[in-house]
C-alpha cells in the first residue's frame, strides 16, 4: 500500500472519528438575554452581562453546575456594562473593558477602561489597574501566566459615545496584563482591528477569528470578516495568514477543546436580509483547516460557550439580529458533546 494511500485512509478515519460528536439539551438559561458572555473556573459554567431594551447593561451573573444540571444566580456586576471580555486564571475570572450608558442624554455606547478580577469560591469582585485603551467588545485570552486584551471598538476623538448614526473605529491594540504586578504593557497591535470576534488559545498561540471589521454596529458601518489571525506572545508578533473561517460571522461564540477552536452563532445583515447562524465549525491550528460539523438546535447570537469535561456549553442569546423587529431571547442552554 502505498504512502499516500496511507495518509488518506488516516486522513478519512480522523474525519469520521471527529465528526461524531452531538448536541444535547440541559437546563434552560433562567433569565433568557442577548450580549451573554461566558468562561468556566473550577468545572463550573459562569454567565455574565446581557442587554435589555434602550442598551440597558443587565450585569447578570450565573453559575452553572453541570453535576446537577443547575443554574444559580450570583452577585451581579459592580459595574453593569456589556460587551464586556471575560477569561479564566488560575481559578479566578478577569473583566476587561465594555460598555455603559451615557450619565445624561439619548442612549449610547460609551466605552469604558474598568478591568475586574472574579473569585467565584467568594462570589466576589476586585477591581484592577484600568485597561489602557477605553473600548468593548474586545476579547481577552490568557496564554501562560499573561492575559491579552485584544481588538474591541471606541470612540473618535472629541465624540462622546459610539453610536450607530455616528462615525466610530475598531480598535487594533493589543494590552497585556500581569496580574502578578496588576500591571499593563502595550504589545504588537493585531493586523486587522475588529470587535465582536472569538479568539482560542492553542499551544500557546492565540488565535482571533471572525468579528466585525469598520463600526462595532452590525445594523451599519461594518463588515462581517472571516479572517484568521495567529498571535504569539513569546515573540510577540503575529504570524502570516491563517485559513479564513467557512462562515463569515460576528457576535458568535467559541471554545477550545483538544487543540481545536469551535466557532458557532452569530449574526449578519446586508441590504436583502437580517439573520442568525446555526453554524458550527472547528479550527485546527496543527493543519491550518477548518472542519464543518452539526449546526447547533438553536440559532442566534450574543450567547454565551465555555467548555466543560467534554462538552461545549452554548448559553441563551438572541434568535434574531439588532433591529430585525422580531427580537427573541432564548432561553436555549445546548451543550456539544465530543
Known amino acids: 500500500m502505498s504512502r499516500l494511500l496511507v495518509s488518506l485512509l488516516i486522513l478519512v478515519f480522523s474525519n469520521t472519528v471527529f465528526s461524531q460528536g452531538k448536541w444535547v439539551k440541559l437546563a434552560p438559561f433562567p433569565e433568557p438575554s442577548e450580549e451573554l458572555l461566558g468562561a468556566s473556573a473550577g468545572g463550573r459554567m459562569y454567565v455574565f452581562c446581557g442587554l435589555a431594551p434602550g442598551w440597558k447593561p443587565k450585569g447578570l451573573v450565573y453559575e452553572y453546575d453541570p453535576a446537577g444540571d443547575k443554574w444559580t444566580k450570583r452577585k451581579p456586576m459592580p459595574l453593569a456594562s456589556h460587551h464586556v471580555s471575560f477569561t479564566e486564571y488560575k481559578g479566578k475570572i478577569y473583566a476587561f473593558g465594555g460598555f455603559v450608558l451615557p450619565q445624561s442624554g439619548p442612549p449610547a455606547w460609551v466605552p469604558i477602561d474598568n478591568a475586574w478580577e472574579y473569585d467565584p469560591a467568594s462570589d466576589s469582585w476586585r477591581a484592577l489597574a484600568p485597561l489602557p485603551t477605553k473600548r468593548g467588545s474586545p476579547i481577552a485570552v490568557t496564554v501562560g501566566d499573561k492575559l491579552y486584551v485584544m481588538g474591541g471598538a471606541t470612540m473618535l476623538a472629541g465624540a462622546a459615545a459610539v453610536h450607530p448614526a455616528r462615525p466610530h473605529a475598531s480598535v487594533a491594540a493589543v494590552e497585556e496584563y500581569d496580574p502578578a504586578t496588576n500591571t499593563w504593557r502595550a504589545r504588537s497591535p493585531m493586523p486587522t482591528p475588529r470587535n465582536h470576534a472569538v479568539a482560542g488559545v492553542v499551544n500557546g498561540k492565540a488565535y482571533v477569528i ?129
Request: no cysteine; charged share 15%; hydrophobic share 35%.
Open 210 to 338: 471572525g468579528g466585525r471589521v469598520g463600526g462595532a454596529f452590525v445594523t451599519s458601518g461594518s463588515s462581517n470578516a472571516s479572517v484568521v489571525e495567529e498571535y504569539d506572545p513569546a515573540s510577540d508578533s503575529w504570524g502570516g495568514p491563517k485559513a479564513r473561517m467557512p462562515t463569515a460571522r460576528s457576535a458568535m461564540a467559541a471554545g477550545v477543546y483538544n487543540n481545536r477552536i469551535y466557532v458557532t452563532g452569530g449574526e449578519f445583515q446586508d441590504a436583502s436580509m437580517m439573520a442568525t447562524f446555526r453554524s458550527f465549525e472547528s479550527y485546527d491550528p496543527a493543519t491550518n483547516t477548518w472542519s464543518t460539523l452539526p449546526s447547533m438546535p438553536t440559532s442566534r447570537h450574543g450567547l454565551a460557550s465555555a467548555v466543560l469535561g467534554n462538552r461545549l456549553h452554548m448559553v441563551s442569546g438572541d434568535t434574531q439580529s439588532a433591529l430585525s423587529g422580531a427580537h427573541g431571547q432564548t432561553e436555549a442552554h445546548d451543550a456539544y458533546e465530543f
